[in-house]
């Protein structure tokens, strides 16, 4: 049990670790958002009915409830995407993936609404850490610039992402994580088709950026992070998963040459703080 656990820990770090290059990846793409969140997932549900055909899974949907349900976790994906990548583009990686990494507070107070599980105070205090290291990460703003603009795109995008862990999460119970995750890329691709039309498609460097966000983040990060449902809570991969502004931040170094300050730094061992104690509490609860 203890080598079980420690496997579904690394797990799902190392799901974080590729959700984690969304950041940079989604900065970098020139296209509106609504249009990268469509080409990304035209790639992905193609790699992943792909997996899913090798793997001969069933992809019947046998009831409405299920159908419904994957459906609306499909659109809370969609717009936690699309809201995510705008203010990635207003602000900067840093800014766009702290402000969405509010989602860890919102989780824990609405997880309990959908499952019979009590609000765990030590999770409220973690979360509560979250929000102090995301405080000291983000740099002082004023509220009519695109920064501002950004982290509350950021958070709005917690808020729907939160909504749709929570949804898959029921989804997760009874289906294979790959199956949720194409019929999720196929929701959207249906629904973000119409803003698709009469785009100026240049820059070839999108398309392998884009590739790279449908593979790397999608395809196999999310897919990771989806199937780790099955052994926590949703409030505590929340938590565990707020290591990806830490890797995000790095990415922006390495790539894109965004320095983080001393407060960021600080910030950065907060959470990395909040992740370790929460992931001894998961384990001591198994």
Known sequence: MKNQHFKNIVEVNI???????????????????????WWRCVFAAFLIGLYCWYKKYDLKIKSKKDAFSLLLSGLFLGAHWVT?????HLSNVAIGMLSLFTYPVITALLEPLFFKTKLSINQLF?????????????????????????????IISGVFYSLRNILTKKN?????????????????VLFL?????????TGSSNWIRIVALALI?????????????????????SIMSSMSPIYGILFGILFLTEIPSKTTIFGGILILATVVIESFQSKKNK
């Open 15 to 37: 799901a974080v670790v590729f959700i984690s290059t969304s950041g940079v990846l989604g900065r970098s793409i020139l296209f509106p958002p609504e249009v990268t969140i």
């Open 84 to 88: 995510y990548f705008y203010a990635l």
């Open 126 to 154: 973690l979360s509560g850490l979250v929000v102090v290291g995301i405080y000291f990460l983000t740099p002082e703003m004023n509220f009519e610039n695109s920064y501002t603009k950004g982290v509350l795109m950021g």
């Open 172 to 188: 997760i119970s009874h289906f294979n994580a790959s199956k949720v995750m194409f019929y999720q890329m196929i929701v959207i």
């Open 193 to 201: 088709w119409p803003v698709t039309i009469g785009v100026d498609y």
């Open 217 to 237: 983040t999608t395809s196999i990060g999310h897919t990771l992070f989806v199937n780790s449902f099955k052994n926590f809570t949703i409030s505590a991969v």
